[in-house]
């Protein structure tokens, strides 16, 4: 039994590595979404994905490096992407909005 | 065994966290990508969370762990839900769906993509806010332009009859002012129209200096260095030249009444501060905002750059009006002396029939490039298509607004090297 625990963790730790660089290569991806739009909200989502990477990947750190003060910049990180999530919503709104202030007629919906 | 259970759980979470990468990047519009970065991302990130804490199996990572899932399970509902509506509000495509879109007519939402709006819009602001006059809307993109008719009538549609400059109005900036007049008047006296110069100095700009009244004092004597040629070139013209002088705002100065038989003419670089160069403290930028008046002025823009006004042309035909626009009064009011019109676009045969027809009334030789038009491809033209072209037709100039942009040169957008006279319509 005792050996079997030591291979385990002989296999175990590594793959820990192998997880993060995954999670990076996604990072990587979710950058690329970031980079090219095409529209805001496009730009907006890929911010929030890469916040719930970001999570996951100091978790995994915590877990390679040992060091439980990993876990606190994941928690601080999900604190953040809400506000960020917020505030970016609101801005588009408000872009939006004062767009069709100068540009009436040409909304489709309620008030057209 | 604990350790085998908190594996397989990160690995699922990584799992997730993948799929919804892979969704991020190959679903088709912004509500589908929200679809698979939020819901399959928040799994991914929990299952990863709860993975490390049953690892590491301590209290304190325990009670972090459990308080960042906790965040992320509240926060994300709330935090998807007020993106996808100010997605939607905002107008970002919605494909697949068909007619079956259940919030229409309870949510407002722009008819286009937000992005796409931003360019065409921001000629639109100022003249309806300020109410100057309807036919400030007139290039307005397929509407009928029956209801914003004037007392005065002065709300034609440019696609149904010609369309007839009757007057020429131009700027004048900085020491090359003289010279450009006498370019402009050369023009006026070959379309035998009244001229307006403007020379005007921009009192906001002067007061965003640290020293308004030094300021303003230099500009005026920038002005008055040239300002008797200007006078003597007025007293030869055989067409009536108004010199005006003011002071002020600069872009309503320059753009005048917004009347859209007016053609504006403008220099391809300069801008108010007439060569004087101040620093303002609030900005790194020298002032400038030259290719900003294309947007305000409601009718034909032209930026004259060449030395003769004859060669061949060049036109971006992108199928809207405001290059119809364009050409058709350009090959109405003979602006160049072409030998050969190059139309560079994909167009049906209706429009082919239409430029041909008045380029025959111009006896312009007329030839077609079919090639697809990227309305944001720097350069706008390719190298071949350019030789001795002397004038260009754009249904928009190339972004970004700056004459000068990182040392790039903004004709260089047009076709690399080039430098010629450009004419939009906005």
């Not at chain 2, 939020?38 to 459990?66: P, S, W």
């Not at chain 2, 020491?175 to 906001?204: H, M, N, Q, S, Y």
């Not at chain 2, 013209?237 to 002020?248: I, K, Q, R, S, W």
Request: with cysteine; hydrophobic share 50%.
């Amino acid at each position: 039994m005792e050996n079997l625990i030591t291979t385990a963790n002989a296999i175990l730790d590594p793959a820990i590595t192998v997880l993060i660089v995954l999670v990076t290569i996604a990072l990587g991806v979710t950058a690329y979404r970031l980079l090219t739009g095409p529209s805001y909200a496009d730009r907006f989502i890929a911010i929030d994905m890469m916040t719930a990477l970001a999570v996951a990947a100091c978790a995994l750190t915590a877990l390679a490096t040992g060091r439980g003060e990993f876990l606190d910049v994941a928690f601080g990180l999900a604190l953040i992407a809400f506000v960020a999530a917020a505030a970016f919503a609101g801005f588009l709104e408000r872009k939006a909005a004062r767009v069709r202030s100068n540009g009436s007629g040409q909304t489709e919906g309620a008030s057209s | 065994m604990i350790e085998l259970i908190a594996f397989l759980l990160k690995i699922g979470g990584v799992a997730f966290l993948g799929v919804a990468t892979i969704g991020l990047i190959r679903l088709d519009d912004p509500f589908q990508r929200m679809h698979a970065a939020t819901k399959a991302g928040t799994l991914g990130a929990g299952l990863v969370l709860i993975g490390t804490m049953i690892a590491k199996g301590n209290a304190d990572a325990a009670m972090t762990g459990t308080f960042a899932l906790l965040f992320l399970i509240l926060t994300i509902p709330v935090a998807s839900h007020l993106l996808a509506r100010a997605a939607y509000i905002s107008g970002a495509e919605l494909s697949g769906i068909g007619n079956s879109d259940a919030l229409q007519g309870r949510i407002d939402r722009l008819a286009s993509p937000l992005e796409e709006r931003l360019d065409t819009l921001a000629f639109q602001a100022p003249a309806e806010v300020k109410g100057v006059r309807p036919s400030a809307q007139l290039p307005g993109i397929g509407e009928p332009a029956a209801e914003v008719l004037d007392p005065e009538g002065a709300a034609l549609k440019p696609a149904d009859m010609p369309i007839r400059a009757e007057r020429v109005r131009f700027a004048a900036f900085g020491a090359g002012a003289p010279a450009f007049a006498e370019r402009v008047a050369k023009l006026a006296v070959r379309l035998e129209l009244p001229l307006t110069a403007v020379i005007a100095i921009d009192t906001r700009l002067a007061e965003s200096t640290c020293d308004t009244s030094g300021a303003l004092r230099s500009y005026r004597n920038a002005i008055g260095a040239w300002l008797p040629e200007m006078r003597a070139l007025a007293d030869k013209l055989p067409v009536p030249f108004d010199l005006l002088y003011e002071e002020g705002d600069a872009e309503d100065l320059l753009c005048g009444t917004a009347d859209s038989r007016e053609l504006l003419v403008l220099p391809i670089d300069g801008w108010v501060d007439h060569g004087v160069t101040l620093r303002t403290p609030c900005s790194t930028w020298d002032p400038d905002g030259l290719l900003r008046l294309a947007d305000r002025h409601p009718g034909p823009v032209l930026y004259a750059g060449a030395i003769k006004p004859e060669g061949a042309g060049a036109v971006l035909h992108d199928g809207s009006d405001d290059v119809r626009y364009a050409l058709s009064f350009a090959l109405e009011n003979r602006l160049w002396l072409l030998d050969e019109l190059r139309v560079v676009g994909q167009l049906d045969a209706v429009s082919r029939l239409e430029i041909e027809g008045m380029a025959a009334a111009a006896d312009t030789p007329v030839r077609f490039i079919d090639r697809p038009v990227e309305r944001k491809a720097h350069p706008v033209f390719e190298p071949g298509e350019m030789t001795d072209v002397t004038a260009v037709i754009l249904p928009d100039l190339p972004g970004p607004r700056r004459t000068n942009w990182f040392g790039d040169f903004w004709q260089d957008r047009v076709a690399r090297g080039w430098r010629g006279d450009v004419l939009v319509w906005t």
